[in-house]
């Protein structure tokens, strides 16, 4: 397993911006790995929001979840073994706990099950 840290979330007014950081714990790499982002509402269930394919000599493969599509974006650094999900024009119902996740199954349309992840962090849209 891969042990990851994530960092960026806080409060923000919609139409905010923030960008989430997904990285590799000292001693572990994100390396030829799928990495996903979920999120938890309060009193929902967790969903998957994107995820990114490894890029090795072609290009990782994303996906978006409907409602995120064309304000999230999902990149990768691997010279940083760094991953992130820039989120523009937040909404209310963008709140929740994010997480990133690494060796899962990330395919154009969807998302499957991921087997390492992170501790979480809140992310709140507010007036």
């Known amino acids: 397993q891969v042990q990851l840290v994530e960092s960026g979330g806080g409060l923000v007014q919609p139409g905010g911006s923030l960008r989430l950081s997904c990285a590799a714990a000292?001693?572990?790499?994100?390396?030829?790995?799928?990495v996903g982002w979920f999120r938890q509402a309060p009193g929902k269930e967790r969903e998957g929001v994107s995820c990114i394919t490894a890029s090795d000599y072609t290009d990782a493969i994303k996906y978006y979840e409907e409602s995120v599509k064309g304000r999230f974006t999902i990149s990768r650094d691997n010279a940083q073994k760094t991953v992130y999900l820039q989120m523009n024009n937040l909404k209310p119902e963008d709140t929740g706990v994010y997480y990133c996740?690494?060796?899962?199954?990330?395919?154009?349309?969807?998302?499957?099950?991921?087997?390492?992840w992170g501790q979480g962090t809140q992310v709140t849209v507010s007036a």
């Open positions: 000292s001693g572990f790499t994100l390396d030829y790995k799928s």
């Open positions: 996740a690494a060796d899962g199954l990330c395919v154009s349309d969807g998302i499957g099950v991921f087997g390492s």
